[in-house]
């Protein structure tokens, strides 16, 4: 049915923030992913079901969702992304879960927690903006749906 | 259940120029906060080297304190600890760092070196090997001592995997490790790697077989989950896969380790700090209850007061470190330690019964197989057996322990004389101050021990106090000490001390004449009533032949409680038995009984006991209760 798979992207150390991530970004990057490692069929297949659900630029957080037929083959096609554009990334699974509302529960926990140390980070420098464009992605997702 | 992660390329420490040396350290530390915050408990730096080793080899990868990676990533505890939460490791424990050391083999020659008499060697946690054609593929699989088998999978192979010797590796306990970073890195080279290893998985099943990244740079390093789907595709199921980065490098870690730090992998050596003597109360082995299978000592961050202080935990500090036998035995002169030299030193070091005195923790069998002594025409005067200055060690022995006499320090062994064709030499069993007490924490020290005990051909007395974790008498000539084996006993619990240890003997100054006194440290005594039900289940658990278990229960003349089983040596030449020492002082009403479970190499000699001729009136066989069963 529906696999989401929640991802914490851009871990790498070099850079800050030179890239903004958005779902077509991700989303790209992870199709030429599955292209180059499982080719034509692969990808094929994998993109009935794939999507990119949300995506958190500040706390680099995103949910994407794969059919349970082939969550590994995308799994690990994400994990093999090197770099989206010419930002080096690293991809990293949180959580695993076989239904949007237990996405959405361990998304919003980690999305809480990644922005403590977002806020830790980044200290003076935090903006009202990004309160409160950190509260239209806690929104976005709650209303988040199959 | 950690994450290890135990292939952090390491590079070398001659750099080109200073430039790539900072770059370097840069780079390996950012890959260090990196495994740690995807949840890793543990690392290891990786040093290549290849063809002959030689003395700069040795271990010079100076591990990472929790100060300087502080500096890099202020906010690195918060986001530490997010990742272990959800990967359900524990926030608290510590992140180890180890040393590995791999080596490329050509010839021959190469994989010879790789036995466990290489100095070089020991001065790394873990050593791998990395084959480069067929015969050193084969000899690594049979005979090399090494830890870890590593193949190059990214180009086609030089050589052949075969099922016989992927097996006979399984069986002596090597592990196979598959690096992932070049998956990443380069996709051409996936396709050899994925290929090649997806072989080895079929053939083993995911069984000893390890995954690591040798991650060139912080980009290539994957969390364990994403490691873990890596091995799922390759063949594994998933649970096999994450085992493969967790169950596995454990079990390898702890193995490594303990061929390290312990001695012929039973006994391992510490030196007590001469802190401990005040704290009189704390019973000694409360520390060793604590005793950490995969802690190599130094090296391991406590994550704990990272957000509190952002300094450097000084916990580590607390970690004893094991003395290294090789460096002890180096320093010792060739004929053994002239007592009188001890003697003088010893004053000092006397203390009282309380005191913790260096102790064999090592779990390790203690061969004792120990020089003797110089006999000299001390004062000490207990029945000793006549040393001789070139004892005629057991043949595996290789590293006798000796006593350090006069440094509190040290770990004091009994050495006790070879036959020697010298008659007249009186032995002076070591150490006045013996007391050895081993560390419990490891079962099999207790079962394992295999001690062997150079067995004079004695014209003189007989017995001798000592404390010896495990003797293995040796009959005259060399007859091959047998080993115990140490894997026989279970490691479960802490407790299981070798009675030996528990009993601490203070002999005292030579000067006091031909009385040593023997002074059960009370602590001992009381350990030793609890070891003695512990040791007499595990002794059972030892296997006949090989083990040997020396408990040693005092009894003194107020103290019942603690049986020694005492035997005295033998002076016939040519009987190998298993004996039990037993170490009595002419004089003494209090015996230290030293009970050693036969050896049954000779098993003939089982019922050596009944021959156990001993000078002393006060010899005596206590009672069995205790003696395993062989």
Redesign the interface.
């Known amino acids: 049915m529906v696999m989401e798979v929640l991802l914490d992207p851009n ?4 850079g800050d923030d030179s890239i903004v991530i958005t779902q077509f970004n991700i989303s790209k990057a992870i199709k030429d992913s599955i292209l ?2 499982f080719g034509e069929c692969g990808l094929a297949s994998s993109l009935r079901s794939f999507q990119v659900k949300y995506v958190n630029s500040i706390t680099k957080l995103c949910i994407i969702r794969a059919s349970r037929d082939e969550y ?2 995308i ?2 096609s994400i ?2 992304v ?1 770099s989206i554009g010419n930002c ?9 879960s076989g239904s949007i509302k237990a996405c959405k529960t361990a998304a919003l926990k ?1 999305d809480e ?2 922005f ?2 977002y806020k ?2 980044v200290g003076a420098r935090l903006s009202v903006d990004v309160i409160r464009h950190m509260q239209n992605c806690i929104e976005k997702i709650k209303i988040l749906e199959h | 259940m950690g994450f290890f992660d135990l292939n952090i390329p390491y590079t070398d420490s001659t750099p080109l120029s200073k430039a790539n040396s900072t770059v370097a350290k840069s780079t390996r530390i ?1 890959i260090v ?2 495994a740690m ?2 949840g890793y408990t543990g690392i290891a730096y990786n040093r290549t080297i290849r063809g002959v080793m030689s003395d700069r080899d040795r271990c010079s990868i100076p591990l990472l304190g929790l100060s300087s990676l502080l500096d890099v990533a202020p ?1 690195l505890s ?2 530490v600890n ?2 272990r939460d ?1 990967l359900g490791v524990p926030r608290s424990s510590p992140f180890r760092q180890y040393t590995r050391l791999t080596v490329c083999i050509d010839t021959a020659s190469q994989s010879q070196a790789l036995n466990s008499g290489n100095p070089i060697l020991k001065t790394y946690d873990i050593v791998a090997v990395r084959p480069l054609n067929q015969n050193a593929f084969d000899h690594a699989c049979e005979k090399a001592e090494v830890d870890i088998i590593s193949i190059d999978f990214s180009d086609k192979l030089p050589f052949r995997l075969k099922l016989p010797m992927v097996k006979a590796a399984i069986k002596r306990g090597i592990y196979f490790e598959i690096t992932y970073s070049d ?2 890195v380069d ?1 051409h080279q ?1 396709r050899q790697i994925i290929s090649n290893a997806k072989l080895l998985l079929d053939w083993t099943q995911g069984k000893n077989v390890i995954l690591s990244s040798a991650a060139p740079s ?2 290539e ?3 364990p ?2 490691v873990a ?2 091995a ?2 390759l063949g594994l199921s998933m649970e096999r896969a994450k085992a493969a980065i967790s169950k596995n490098c454990r079990s390898l870690l702890t193995n490594a380790l303990r061929r390290k730090h312990f001695f012929k992998e039973v006994i391992r050596v510490e030196a007590v700090s001469s802190s401990r003597q005040s704290d009189s109360e704390i019973p000694l082995y409360a520390d060793w209850l604590k005793w950490d299978p995969i802690s190599s000592g130094e090296g391991d961050l406590l994550l704990d007061d990272m957000a509190k202080s952002f300094s450097a935990s000084t916990n580590a500090s607390k970690t004893v470190k094991a003395i290294d036998f090789d460096s002890i035995i180096d320093k010792m002169p060739s004929h053994g330690f002239q007592i009188k030299d001890l003697i003088s030193g010893s004053e000092a070091s006397f203390q009282p019964q309380t005191e913790v005195k260096s102790f064999l923790s090592t779990p390790q069998p203690i061969e004792l197989s120990v020089r003797t002594n110089q006999a000299s025409e001390n004062s000490i005067r207990h029945d000793l057996f006549p040393e001789t200055d070139d004892a005629t060690l057991d043949n595996t022995c290789s590293e006798p322990l000796t006593s350090a006499f006069g440094d509190p320090q040290k770990l004091y062994l009994a050495s006790y004389a070879t036959k020697t064709s010298t008659g007249s030499e009186e032995v002076v069993t070591d150490t006045v101050m013996t007391e050895i007490e081993s560390e419990t924490c490891n079962a099999s020290v207790a079962a394992s021990g295999s001690v062997e005990a150079e067995n004079q051909g004695l014209q003189s007395k007989k017995c001798y106090e000592q404390n010896f974790v495990l003797l293995n008498e040796n009959v005259n000539d060399g007859l091959n000490a047998v080993m115990l084996n140490e894997e026989v006993i279970s490691h479960q619990t802490s407790a299981m001390d070798i009675e030996l240890e528990a009993a601490a003997l203070e002999i005292s100054p030579p000067s006091e004449s031909s009385v040593e006194t023997i002074k059960v440290d009370d602590i001992a005594v009381d350990m030793d009533k609890e070891r003695q039900e512990t040791t007499a289940s595990s002794l059972n658990n030892m296997s006949s032949l090989e083990n040997i278990s020396e408990r040693m229960s005092l009894r003194t003349s107020e103290d019942d409680a603690v049986i020694v089983d005492q035997i005295s040596r033998q002076q016939s030449d040519d009987e190998m038995r298993v004996k039990d020492d037993s170490l009595v002082p002419n004089h003494e009403n209090q015996v230290l009984l030293m009970e050693e479970p036969k050896l049954a190499e000779a098993d003939s000699s089982m019922n050596d006991l009944g021959s156990v001729r001993s000078n002393e009136p006060c010899m005596k066989l206590s009672s069995r209760k205790n003696q395993p069963q062989y």
């Open positions: 871990k790498e150390m070099s180059v490692n590994k083959k799994w690990y994990s093999m090197r080096l990334v690293l991809f990293n699974l949180l959580d695993l980690c927690l990644k403590e140390q830790l980070m | 950012k906060i990196k915050e995807l906010f918060s986001s997010f990742h959800l998956l990443i996709v996936r912080v980009c390093v994957r969390g989950n994403d789907n890596l799922s595709l």
